[in-house]
């Protein structure tokens, strides 16, 4: 069964936050500013956001990413949006013997069918080994799930359907490995506003295949209390990961006031589609891609001796 935007429900201003990746200031400035957003209001006087409304702003989040202005988007037809976005390059994406399982794996969560969904991603993991299917299977599927969900052929839930059910998989697989007490501790988290955690348990999985001791705090942890932590777990790494979704102009300050608060000896790492637009800064070594992850742990060990 599938929805149209106006048989899917209203959403209020903290999940339009969630959904789109824009705060909640910029969704109060913009529609003082441009007169949109529209939302409604519930019994409560709380805004609600109609369903096409949300694409849209969606759209323009992506869209800004891409470095267009939000003055000139807001004047845009919906067939202009469509027109100025290029979908992000997709990444090595598996030989052709692998688009099958590929496909195989977008039509399960199309279908609903969870049980079939886990099975198919445990089967997967275990014929390519671990390292493998997150480098390659995950990174391309990740691709084509956010694809089939900007352009609307996949509905939100569908893509929550995926991602939990992916990260359920990593957190199987990162509890069975071996006990580890190797270098480098490393601490990885993301920050307040930064909800998906996706890509954190996917670095946590590689750097934990290759020796690393992981700590993981989770999602949305306040930079004092990171800065805590690292001290509290001895932590040689914090690594933080921030998604395309994340404001970008956010990004660098954050992570500067984070360096000032950590021991000099304590690296900072920053991974994600975020990071991809970080500019060099000392002492915070950007990830843009996965096995950057894994070059910096070697880099790390070469640099300690170890």
């Keep these: ?28 400035v913009w529609e ?6 529209q939302p409604e209001r519930d019994s409560n006087g709380e805004r609600l ?40 390059a997709a990444p090595a994406k598996p030989d052709a013997t692998d688009n099958a399982p590929l496909r195989q794996l977008l039509a399960l969560v199309k279908t609903h069918d969870v049980p079939q969904l886990r099975s198919a991603l445990h089967q997967a993991m275990l014929r390519q080994g671990l390292q493998d299917f997150v480098l390659h299977s995950l990174t391309a599927l990740n691709h084509a799930v956010g694809e089939a969900w900007m352009s609307g ?16 998989l990593l957190r199987q697989a990162i509890a069975s490995l071996p006990a580890r007490s190797g270098s480098p ?25 290759d020796g690393a001791t992981c700590v993981s705090l989770g999602t949305q942890t306040p930079l004092f209390d990171i800065a805590m932590a690292a001290r509290s777990q001895q932590a040689d790494v914090v690594a933080l990961s921030f998604s395309i979704a994340y404001p970008s102009r956010q990004i660098a300050p954050q992570l500067t006031q984070l360096r ?25 070594r950007p990830l843009p891609a996965l096995p950057d992850a894994l070059a910096a742990l070697a880099a790390w060990r070469k640099t300690n001796g170890i």
């Design 49 to 88: 956001y109609p369903a096409e409304q949300v694409d849209r702003l969606r759209l323009i989040k992506r869209l800004m990413d891409q470095g267009h202005r939000p003055g000139r988007l807001m004047a845009s037809s919906e067939a202009d949006l469509a027109a100025l976005y290029t979908p992000a």
């Design 1 to 28: 069964m599938s929805f149209t935007p106006q048989s899917r429900p209203a959403l209020g201003i903290s999940a339009t936050e969630r959904e789109t990746g824009l705060g909640k200031d910029t969704l109060r």
């Design 32 to 37: 003082r500013r441009y007169g949109f957003p």
């Design 153 to 168: 052929e996949f509905e939100i839930f569908e893509e929550h359907l995926y991602t939990e059910q992916v990260q359920a």
């Design 185 to 209: 501790r490393i601490l990885l988290t993301t920050l307040p506003e930064e909800q998906h955690g996706l890509g954190l348990l996917m670095a946590e999985a590689l750097l934990a295949l």
């Design 260 to 284: 000032t608060m950590l021991p000099e000896t304590t690296e900072l790492w920053a991974g994600g589609g975020g990071a991809g637009r970080l500019a060099a800064q000392p002492g915070i």
